[in-house]
């Protein structure tokens, strides 16, 4: 499985190129238009109040020029007149940020069929997702939602951070990205594949303890660093001396410094890859975009999301299948 397989072919490149350069017109148009209304809305203002200052003047106690009760009046006016027209200066810029990334994310990722895009809504499939996979917790956030069917197979992709506890002494469950898709073969129960490391001691204890039993895949260097769990181990013993072994070595050696954790729950799969950073990480609105340096590494890092899943959901097939 190449992660290559699963990146746009040049068609879908030239329409994203296109289309991020009309995107890239509207948004240089906009900046054209605050750079002069600004400074136009802004400076009649102030024009109009220095003008009616002068005349205040005129009638004012010479004691009282620029300070009398009327001047300070007229100067609030017209500071909060300012306030106003600065932002009305402004809208054409803060309306194309409202919906820069709405805007941005579907271009970017125009390949994927049947694109859909929220932004801090819960998934569909996150109810389904077995919690032995990561912990207790009580806050959830969610942040770029991602939905669609690429390469056969439909998806959901979000960013996601779950927390146990408040304030300084509050952890993190998990901080990361969740890819979700149906399996090939549905599983007969939850198979759950965890890094050790970045579990809590006691995680799969307490509530989870009575129905979730341990497995070893036979490999030293996975068994040392996962904790296989299930609750059908007759069903989950050929697959984690299998195909899931092979899937995580793969992923081991593609992501070595984002520890991942897959999960199967019937139909669906689930595979979580903490990180810190934000997966659609975009530059100010500001900045012209540039598809090599913003874009492409973006969609590379798609691609091998999309072809980790594509790997992982074959995990139960048959071999003339999962090929």
């Not at 004012?60 to 300070?67: G, I, K, S, T």
């Not at 940020?97 to 499939?125: A, C, W």
């Not at 007969?188 to 490391?197: E, F, K, N, Q, S």
Request: hydrophobic fraction near 45%; glycine fraction near 6%; charge should be negative.
């Amino acid at each position: 499985m190449e992660a290559a397989d699963f990146m746009p072919d040049e068609t879908d490149i030239a329409d994203i190129k296109r289309n991020l350069e009309a995107y890239e017109a509207r948004r240089a148009s906009a900046y054209r238009q605050v750079r002069w209304r600004v400074p136009l809305f802004v400076g009649l203002v102030l024009v109009f109040v220095a003008l009616m200052a002068w005349l205040f003047n005129m009638v004012a106690d010479p004691y009282e020029r620029w300070f009398s009760t009327p001047h300070v009046l007229l100067y609030v006016v017209g500071f909060v007149a300012a306030i106003l027209l600065y932002f009305q200066a402004v809208k054409p810029t803060s309306t194309l940020q409202q919906s820069f990334r709405k805007t941005l994310l579907p271009i970017i990722f125009g390949f994927i069929r049947d694109m859909r895009y929220e932004h801090d809504v819960t998934p569909n499939s996150f109810d389904r997702l077995p919690r032995e996979t990561i912990g207790t917790f009580n806050s959830k956030r969610f942040d770029d939602v991602i939905s669609g069917r690429y390469e056969g197979f439909p998806f959901e992709f979000y960013e996601v951070d779950l927390r146990q506890g408040t304030g300084k002494s509050g952890t993190i469950a998990f901080k990361g990205v969740v890819v979700a898709f149906e399996t090939v073969v549905p599983f007969p129960g939850i198979l759950v594949a965890a890094r050790r490391a970045n579990m809590a001691v006691g995680f799969f204890r307490g509530m989870f303890a009575s129905k979730m039993q341990e497995l070893s895949c036979g490999v030293p260097e996975l068994d040392a660093a996962y904790d296989f769990r299930t609750d059908n181990v007759e069903a989950a013993q050929p697959l984690v001396s299998g195909r899931l072994a092979q899937a995580l070595t793969w992923l081991s050696e593609t992501r070595p410094d984002d520890p991942a954790r897959v999960a199967l729950n019937g139909s669906d799969g689930f595979l979580l890859l903490p990180q810190t950073k934000d997966f659609f990480e975009l530059p100010d609105m500001s900045v012209p975009l540039d598809y090599a340096k913003h874009v492409a590494p973006m969609i590379s890092d798609m691609g091998t999301m999309l072809a980790t899943a594509a790997l992982v959901r074959k995990i139960g097939a048959r071999d003339e299948v999962a090929s």
